[in-house]
């Protein structure tokens, strides 16, 4: 079956530094990845749609320029939330999808600013 | 928004009760998936049902669709501790687009 793996699984960072989350599909090729935020028992937000080889598609809402989507390959997209600050704080989720497996979830990632 | 709603939001039974979760939905879509969520950890997909169906079943859990009321539900029969989870339905839309849509969730806690 799909696997993705995210890493790291937790992180905590200091305000004002920056963090980066990779979500990789391990025996999958993924055209399309996506991001997700998630705060403490509540849904799960789209950020942002990731296309290989091409700009992310950010939802509404979400500043592009804090939260920098690489999709440099059709195995590996990345997060990097820019001067992290407390309220950036949260749950973050990846998502794979591939023609034959639908989607997949990487397991998260739970980031800290303090 | 076009988050659905899930109902209810938290569920606490015994341990051998059966479990109901309900989605609705604001679109038309293709069609809807539940996904499980441990706490803290990733989504894992359960079931989907597509527009045309009715009803589906999987091991403990049955899925049913109502497309002309926008909802559908998920029984978990027989419940067991380590169903202890929050569950979400999903939709994509039908324009095409691949975004899933996630609903509230319902916070299911089965006690021993």
């Known amino acids: 079956g799909a696997v993705v793996s995210q890493h790291p699984s937790r992180v905590i960072c200091k305000s004002g530094t920056s963090v980066k989350i990779e979500c990789r599909s391990l025996?999958?090729?993924?055209?399309?990845m996506f991001w997700y935020r998630q705060f403490p028992k509540q849904s799960l937000m789209l950020m942002a749609t990731?296309?290989?080889?091409?700009?992310?598609?950010?939802e509404q809402g979400v500043e592009k320029d804090k939260f920098l989507i690489n999709h440099a390959s059709l195995t590996l997209s990345t997060l990097t939330v820019t001067s992290a600050h407390p309220e950036d704080s949260s749950f973050y989720i990846c998502?794979?999808?591939?023609?034959?497996?639908?989607?997949?979830f990487g397991s998260g990632t739970r980031l800290t600013v303090v | 928004s076009q988050q659905g709603e899930e109902d209810p939001q938290a569920l606490s039974i015994q341990e051998g009760e059966n479990a109901t979760m309900n989605c609705s939905y604001k679109t038309s879509i293709n069609n809807l998936q539940w996904y499980r969520q441990n706490s803290g950890r990733g989504l894992v997909h359960l079931i989907l049902i597509r527009s045309n169906e009715r009803e589906k079943h999987s091991g403990r859990l049955r899925v049913t669709l109502d497309t002309s009321k926008k909802s559908s539900s998920l029984l978990i029969t027989a419940s067991r501790a380590a169903d202890t989870a929050s569950y979400f339905c999903a939709t994509p839309p039908t324009s095409g687009t691949y975004k899933y849509i996630f609903g509230t969730g319902t916070r299911l806690k089965v006690l021993a």
């Open positions: 025996d999958f090729q993924a055209t399309t």
């Open positions: 990731s296309n290989e080889g091409s700009k992310a598609t950010y």
């Open positions: 998502s794979a999808r591939n023609s034959h497996y639908g989607y997949t």
